[in-house]
């Protein structure tokens, strides 16, 4: 079991930056691959950007490639996602996930383990 805690959300201006933090606890956190997705209210949780178990390896969704950034430190076994040039349509909860990527970074299914979400609220 992997337990995931994401923190860092909150309400931002439009081109404001936020950074979220996602504190892995359980089996060994270099193991998995990390991906964060967003839910906005009405919509279906999507894919946000991956990172490999290594951190060589980043993958971003078309919207916001440029504007946020993925990274991870096994060391403090922690995910991040630096989120830049915030706009109101990055308003969603957005939750962290482990997982080994077996049907794709961005797939949902790729990921067995998820946090509970924070909440990222940007005011045009």
């Known amino acids: 079991q992997v337990q995931l805690v994401e923190s860092g959300g909150g309400l931002v201006r439009t081109g404001g930056s936020l950074r979220l933090s996602c504190a892995a606890s359980?089996?060994?956190?270099?193991?998995?691959?990390m991906g964060w997705f967003r839910q906005a209210p009405g919509k279906g949780r999507e894919f946000v950007a991956g990172i490999s178990w290594s951190g060589d390896n980043t993958y971003y969704a078309d919207s916001v490639k440029g504007r946020f950034t993925i990274s991870r430190d096994n060391a403090k076994n922690t995910a991040y996602l630096q989120m830049n040039s915030l706009k109101p349509e990055d308003t969603a909860v957005y939750y962290c996930?482990?997982?080994?990527w077996g049907s794709g970074v961005t797939s949902r299914s790729s990921y067995g383990y998820w946090g509970q979400g924070t909440q990222v609220t940007v005011s045009s």
């Open positions: 996930a482990a997982g080994g």
């Open positions: 359980g089996r060994t956190f270099s193991n998995y691959a």
